[in-house]
């Protein structure tokens, strides 16, 4: 299976950016800040999440991004599809070509994998995650340990 960095980083900015909501935009300073991810990796992501229509940018003061829907109706798989991320447990991406243009023994079981995992991902929201005692846990941690930054390098 290939879920490569791209997919995991979009996922985690945008749960980031739906357990922030309350506080209006978000930048994405603040995220690369809270979730350790590179900033300009997250202006790439953005503007392709911005483009599937899943964030909104407010620009000015105060600016940032929002949710362009609520949480409730984002599913892993859209932020995955929108950075154009694939979840595919074939060796042959799923053209059937895995043994020098034939299929292989088991190129059945790993499409069916892959329609699981596919699955998995449709059935599972921003919402459904945010509402998961561990990752309260987290982005609390995460949020405190930022805080506590911020305050120890005021004069």
Avoid at 49 to 73: I, K, N
């Amino acid at each position: 299976m290939r879920l490569t960095t791209k997919g995991r980083y979009a996922v985690t900015a945008m749960l980031d950016l739906a357990l922030n909501v309350q506080r209006g935009p978000t930048s994405l300073s603040d995220i690369s800040q809270r979730q350790e991810i590179s900033l300009s990796y997250l202006e790439q992501l953005f503007a392709r999440l911005r483009r599937a229509g899943l964030v909104t940018s407010v620009r000015g003061p105060g600016g940032g991004y929002l949710l362009a829907t609520p949480a409730e109706q984002i599913s892993i798989s859209q932020v995955i599809d929108a950075v154009n991320e694939t979840v595919d447990a074939t060796r042959c991406q799923g053209l059937s070509d895995c043994q020098q243009g034939d299929t292989c023994l088991t190129h059945a079981l790993w499409c069916e994998l892959s329609g699981q995992i596919r699955r998995f991902f449709d059935d599972i929201t921003l919402a459904q995650l945010m509402q998961r005692p561990d990752v309260i846990r987290i982005a609390l941690r995460q949020q405190h340990r930022v805080d506590a930054g911020i305050l120890a390098s005021s004069p």
